[in-house]
Every structure is written in C-alpha cells, then in structure tokens.
T-cell receptor
Framework: QKEVEQDPGPLSVPEGAIVSLNCTYS??????FMWYRQYSRKGPELLMY????GNKEDGRFTAQVDKSSKYISLFIRDSQPSDSATYLC????????????FGTGTLLAVQP | DAGVTQSPTHLIKTRGQQVTLRCSPK?????VSWYQQALGQGPQFIFQ???????QRGNFPDRFSGHQFPNYSSELNVNALLLGDSALYLC?????????????FGPGTRLLVL
C-alpha cells in the first residue's frame, strides 16, 4: 500500500465549477501537507501548505486537512481554464527533513 | 532571479550507459534535493544535499549518486542505466532553515533510456 493515495483522474469540469481534489494517507507521522500544481513540461510549484489539521484559504483555493481520517482536500472555486494542470498532494513528517512524499497527481482540465 | 535551472532539458541514453544531470539552485538557497518522476506518477525523493554532503536518501540503489559543489550547485549521476530509469528528474532547492516550505522545483531533465 502506498503511503499517499490520490485519484489520477483525469477530471474535466466546465469553467466556473467548484473543483474538489483529494488525497488519503496512511502514515500518522505526517505533519505538513502541501498541494503543488504542475503544468505540462514544468516542475511542480507550491500552491498551499497546512500544518497539522484545519483549513487554510488563499483566494480561490482552500486546503483542508483531517488528520483523524487521514484525508486532505483542495477546493478550487470559480475554476478557470488556466487552472488546467496536474495537482499533486505532498506530505512530510516533522523534524529536519526536506523529503516529501507525493501522491500520483490528479490531471484537471477546465473547459471554457 | 532565474530560479532553479537544470541541464540538459532532454537526454537520450542506451541501457548500461552512465548519465550526469546538473542543477543550479535558486539564488540564496543552500540545499538541493533530487526527485524522479516517472510518467503518470508523483515525484519520488532520491536524495538531499547540504554543505556538500548527502544528508538524506530515499529508496534508490547505489547506482544513483550525487554531488554538491561549494557554490551549492549539484549533479545527479546514474550508472548502468536501466529502461526503468526513464523519467523526469527534478531538482528542488531550498534553505535548510526554511525546509520544504521554501522549496522551489526546476523544470526537470527528461531522460529516455532505450
């Protein structure tokens, strides 16, 4: 069983829709939870991060972490064609480490 | 600021050959991590370099080795290439004090092993 599970999609939505992206994980030691966006032929870029449980909002993006269920989500409101990309969840434990454990990524297409 | 740069952008090798990939970190960053991203998969951590030493390693064989230079740039070497080594190799730089929240990824080097 993988430490981080993510539905690879693809997910296709109309412009303006609310998008929900999710990951589950098995390692209870994870403390930092991140979402990266990766455009085709580019490296991942950090969108949002959350420490421990809770919600975090940044513009049209909201990240949620439920440590009791080992479940994290990213919501995108008013989705735009420019949001079309692969979204990767990533996690790490505490302490001095840069090692991130990534999900497989979900390919999102927002149709104009 | 050029951000994280990697070279070459694409590379084709044959099985058994050796390859060297290069990374220049974002200005001011002192830590370099390397990841392998196979097609349709998320990046997998290979190793991290800080102060010219390997500090942490993922589940990769010894065929994968690296180096960090005094100017913080880094190389990833892969020996005895296998078909399964075909992937996008990503370099990420960060500040050791800031951890992965300061981590920036480069565009990657796409390696094809025939």
């Amino acid at each position: 069983q993988k430490e981080v599970e993510q539905d690879p999609g693809p997910l296709s939505v109309p412009e303006g829709a609310i998008v929900s992206l999710n990951c589950t994980y098995s390692n209870s030691a994870f403390q930092y939870f991140m979402w990266y966006r990766q455009y085709s032929r580019k490296g991942p870029e950090l969108l949002m991060y959350t420490y421990s449980s809770g919600n975090k909002e940044d513009g049209r993006f909201t990240a949620q972490v439920d440590k009791s269920s080992k479940y994290i989500s990213l919501f995108i409101r008013d989705s735009q064609p420019s949001d079309s990309a692969t979204y990767l969840c990533a996690m790490r434990g505490g302490g001095a480490t840069n090692k991130l454990i990534f999900g497989t990524g979900t390919l999102l297409a927002v149709q104009p | 600021d050029a951000g994280v740069t990697q070279s070459p952008t694409h590379l084709i090798k044959t099985r058994g050959q050796q390859v060297t990939l290069r990374c220049s970190p974002k200005s001011g960053h002192d830590t370099v991590s390397w990841y392998q991203q196979a097609l349709g998969q998320g990046p997998q951590f290979i190793f991290q370099y800080y102060e010219e030493e390997e500090r942490q390693r993922g589940n990769f064989p010894d065929r994968f080795s690296g180096h960090q230079f005094p100017n913080y740039s880094s190389e990833l070497n892969v020996n005895a290439l296998l078909l399964g080594d075909s992937a996008l190799y990503l370099c990420a730089s960060s500040l050791v004090a800031g951890g992965p929240l300061t981590q920036y990824f480069g565009p990657g080097t796409r390696l094809l092993v025939l």
